[in-house]
Each structure stands twice: as C-alpha cells, then as structure tokens.
T-cell receptor, first 114, second 115 residues
C-alpha cells in the first residue's frame, strides 16, 4: 500500500516567494497532521485535520502560514510570503482513528528560503 | 502538560554492542500511548512501536526490545547486537487521551553504530 506522499521533496526559493507544500495521506485515514522539524525546535505540530476539518492550528507560527484540506486525499501547506527562518523540513502524517493510533509520516519536504 | 525527555543527545557505540536509549515522560492523564520512531539518514520517520498506559509488559521484536515502567515514567528502547544499519535518530513520543490527538516528541537521540 502507498504511504503518505509529499511533494516536492526539495524546494529552494527566494525570500518573499509563495511556497506550497502538498500531501496525499494514506487512503482511509481520517487524521492528517503537518509538522515542522528544525535543529533548534525539533518536531513541532503545526496543524491537524480530522475528516478534512481543521481541528487545531495553534502551532501555526504566523498568519503567513495557512493549510487546507479540500478533500480526504489532498492537503496543502502554504507560506506567503516566505522568510529565511521558515527553512526546515516539513512533514505530513496521517492516521486512522484517534490519539491511540500511530501516525505514518511522509518523506518530508526540505525547504530552503534564501 | 505532556512532556517527553530524551536526555541522551548522541550515543556512539561499536557494532555488536548493546545500547539502550532512554525516554522519560510526564503526563497527568491516566490514559495515554507511547511511541518510538526511527529517522534514518535518508530523513523519513518510521514508526517502530506503540504501547498503551495499561500494558506494562515488555516487548521484544528481533534485536529490539522496549521496557515500559510506569513507576518511573520511562519507556526505554534497547538494541541488542547493534548493526551499522541501526544508525539513526530515534524519537520517543507521547499521546494523551486528553491531549486532543497531539503527539508530543522528545528531542531525539542520535545513535551512531561504528563498524
């Protein structure tokens, strides 16, 4: 079975540009999570969805960040405008069920903002 | 508030040695789950094991074993006869029933197995 699919794997762009990260969760999973990983802060939860509805976005750092899940098989994380401090690895994860279920992660998007 | 501490930032051992990765957690909830994930040099996060708060039985899977002790709030991970392929960053994580589906990760332990 296909795992969580993220695109692109790598993104290099200049400060001020809009960045869109994409995620396809595992089919049948009803939870989708976006994380950011940096050396300084480790793995941070940005936002998560349940049945396509955003439930908790308290981890989204600023209004420059937004996330959508238009259907059960697709989600985007957008940064506009991007800044160098947004450089990180962004992971998408999905799970079936609630807190007791393991989250399955995509390979991540390595984002570099110059 | 939930918290996970992995005090060992980096561990380096020689191949075939046994190594234990420590994980200490804090929670006020009585119902929770603990997880271990592996992040190899290629960067992906791989789920290894899940344990719920009501099951303190240790678990063994091949060269991997996990020791869960509620009395000390610890969920330690041991690799027996380590191999170079075990080199990775290992994360311990906690999910609470009252934690609104949030998975809180420790800072990770970078394990290097030298040939």
């Amino acid at each position: 079975d296909a795992g969580v699919i993220q695109s692109p794997r790598h993104e290099v762009t200049e400060m001020g540009q809009e960045v869109t990260l994409r995620c396809k969760p595992i089919s049948g999973h009803d939870y989708l999570f976006w994380y950011r990983q940096t050396m300084m802060r480790g793995l941070e939860l940005l936002i998560y969805f349940n049945n396509n509805v955003p439930i908790d976005d308290s981890g989204m750092p600023e209004d420059r960040f937004s996330a959508k899940m238009p259907n059960a098989s697709f989600s985007t994380l957008k940064i506009q405008p991007s800044e160098p401090r947004d450089s990180a690895v962004y992971f998408c994860a999905s799970s079936f069920g609630g807190f007791e279920q393991p989250q399955h992660f995509g390979d991540g998007t390595r984002l570099s903002i110059l | 508030a939930q918290k996970v501490t992995q005090a060992q930032t980096e561990i380096s051992v020689v191949e075939k040695e046994d190594v234990t990765l420590d994980c200490v957690y804090e929670t006020r909830d009585t119902t929770y789950y603990l997880f271990w994930y592996k992040q190899p040099p290629s960067g992906e996060l791989v789920f290894l094991i899940r344990r719920n708060s009501f099951d303190e039985q240790n678990e063994i899977s091949g060269r991997y074993s996990w020791n869960f002790q509620k009395s000390t709030s610890s969920f330690n991970f041991t690799i027996t006869a380590s191999q170079v392929v075990d080199s990775a960053v290992y994360f311990c994580a906690l999910s609470e029933y009252q934690g609104a589906q949030k998975l809180v990760f420790g800072q990770g332990t970078r394990l290097t197995i030298n040939p």
